[in-house]
Nanobody, 122 residues
Framework: QVQLVESGGGLVQPGGSLRLSCAAS????????MNWYRQSPGKQRELVAG???????NYADSVKGRFTISRDNAKNTVYLQMNSLKPEDTAVYYC????????????????WGQGAQVTVSS
């Protein structure tokens, strides 16, 4: 099993910045893609950003140019740097990791963080 622990959420004014961190631990053979999702009340969970083991990234159009996802493979940690935050960025942010626990596992399994509240308000 893999455990993901998130940190870095909080309250920030519009235009401000926050950095989320997500550290993976447990019995891990390999972590493949890592992603950040978010969900606000009454809305579906949406993919915000993703990063491959080699550093290839993708972003939702709504955050492109403002958010940056990165990872430290040695620390099994993924980050989300959020700049120029807007009220519509307010949501619970969830870390996701696709991981292989056993060397013979053919398909990666999904693991999720506990969620970090990000509130952007004056």
């Amino acid at each position: 099993q893999v455990q993901l622990v998130e940190s870095g959420g909080g309250l920030v004014q519009p235009g401000g910045s926050l950095r989320l961190s997500c550290a993976a631990s447990g019995s891990i053979f390999s972590i493949y893609r890592m992603n950040w999702y978010r969900q606000s009340p009454g809305k579906q969970r949406e993919l915000v950003a993703g990063v491959s083991p080699g550093g290839s990234t993708n972003y939702a159009d709504s955050v492109k140019g403002r958010f940056t996802i990165s990872r430290d493979n040695a620390k099994n940690t993924v980050y989300l740097q959020m700049n120029s935050l807007k009220p519509e960025d307010t949501a619970v942010y969830y870390c996701n990791a696709k991981s292989v626990v056993f060397p013979t596992q053919a398909v990666p399994s999904d693991y999720w963080g506990q969620g970090a509240q990000v509130t952007v308000s004056s």
